[in-house]
């Protein structure tokens, strides 16, 4: 009887050893909590690599735990989880701090831009009042008007957008209408060449 009740405790003692690896939730809230600190502060639109990094090692970490819980008590590691989070925390922790500078940048590349493409507006606008007239080049030339009316538009919404705040649709609509007007540019120039060879 004796015997049977030292396997007994020593069994007891082996499971609670064992059974004690407890998945990590204080790491999981933390990171999910940093996660979403990060999105308030737009890291997913300035630094898009590291916040999917950060969110796929999350998302890894969970997984890796609803996988460590599914096995027996005593037989449950999470140690990989617990690197998972810590990954995911330390890439968030890392971007951070940079945020608001990312943010200056981006802004200034916004304002550059938009005298830049200001400039391209008015060069095309010129170009136009040089290209040649005539029944042949009356279409090509109303469809390159309506396509720099569209930039033009384009152009007064981005204001509204920076407004906003949204720096990075601002800058990728600047972009997309920055090389509208600089096929336009060339499209015109074409035309005026092409007059000069006759």
Known sequence: ???KLVFLVLGLAVVMMFGCAKAPQQAVDAA???LEAAKTAEVDRYFADQYKAAHDSLSAALAEIDMQNTKSAAS??????????????NVLNEVMPQIEAKKAEVK?????????????????????????R??????????????????ET??????AVVEKGDLVS?????????EKLLALKDEIQ???????AR
């Open 76 to 89: 449950r590691n999470y140690s990989k989880a617990k690197k998972l989070l810590a990954s995911t925390t």
């Open 154 to 159: 384009s152009l007064l919404e981005v204001n």
């Open 108 to 132: 200034s590349l916004v304002d550059t831009l938009i005298v830049k493409t200001q400039t391209e507006l008015g060069a095309v606008k010129g170009l136009i009042a040089m290209a040649p």
């Open 190 to 196: 074409q035309m005026i060449d092409s007059k000069a």
């Open 32 to 34: 999910k909590a940093a």
């Open 170 to 178: 601002a800058h990728d609509q600047l972009k997309g209408t920055m």
């Open 134 to 151: 005539g029944r042949e080049s009356k279409a090509v030339l109303d469809d390159i008007q309506s396509r720099l009316s569209t930039c």
């Open 1 to 3: 009887m004796k015997v």
